[in-house]
Each structure stands twice: as structure tokens, then as C-alpha cells.
């Protein structure tokens, strides 16, 4: 069964840091490309930062870059996004997302239930 599960949401102070995690089961974790996306109050779910199979190439919005760094232990099943200097722009939900295009099948899509992230005072 797949699944991904994503932990480390939570209440932060502006200027604070979290990492959370997102622990993928029941398909090929090292073969997929994982993204973290977050969806803010009343707002679409945007892209935040995605990691290629690999390792190698990393990607992240300009609102986050230098401030956030997704990480992926292949071995743990596992992508992280490290979250500092946190600001109120960054309340949001916050989904863990794998991806991969075959030839064969086409894309493959999997998403975790999101992990709410506060930052407040």
C-alpha cells in the first residue's frame, strides 16, 4: 500500500526553524522525484522545493530559497524539508508529494495528507 506520512508540523515563533519529514511506503522512494508543496488560507496548493532521484538537483521557490532545504535519505524512505527563519507568509499545509515519469505508464503521482505549519507570535 502506498503511502507517505508527514511529521514535524507545528506552532512557531517568527524567526523559529522546523524540519519535517515525510516517510514514503509501498513503491520505489530512491526512483522518484519528491516535492514539497504548501497550501496557505484560502490559497491553491503551490510548489515549495523538490529534490530529483538522487539527490543531485534541488530546487525552491524564491520566497524560500536560502531560508528552507529539502534533503532526501534514500535508505530511510524518507525527503525532508529544514525550515528556518520562519515568517507568518509560511502558516500554511504543508504536502509531501513523489512523482516519476515512465515511458511506459506515464507519470505517477503520490501525495501525503499534510502537516499544518503555524508561525505566530
Known amino acids: 500500500q502506498v503511502q507517505l506520512v508527514e511529521f514535524g508540523g507545528g506552532l512557531v515563533q517568527p524567526g523559529g526553524s522546523l524540519t519535517l519529514s515525510c516517510v514514503a511506503t509501498?513503491?520505489?522512494?530512491?526512483?522518484?522525484?519528491m516535492k514539497w508543496y504548501r497550501q496557505r488560507p484560502g490559497q491553491e496548493r503551490d510548489l515549495v522545493a523538490r529534490i530529483k532521484s538522487g539527490g543531485g538537483i534541488r530546487a525552491y521557490v524564491p520566497s524560500v530559497k536560502g531560508r528552507f532545504s529539502i534533503s532526501r535519505d534514500d535508505a530511510k524512505n524518507t525527503v525532508f524539508l529544514q525550515m528556518n527563519s520562519l515568517n507568518t507568509e509560511d502558516t500554511a499545509v504543508y504536502y509531501c508529494?513523489?512523482?516519476?515519469?515512465?515511458?511506459?505508464?506515464?507519470?505517477?503521482?503520490?501525495w501525503g495528507q499534510g502537516t499544518q505549519v503555524t508561525v505566530s507570535s
Open positions: 509501498g513503491f520505489a522512494f530512491s526512483l522518484y522525484e
Open positions: 508529494n513523489a512523482n516519476r515519469f515512465e515511458e511506459s505508464i506515464g507519470e505517477t503521482d503520490y
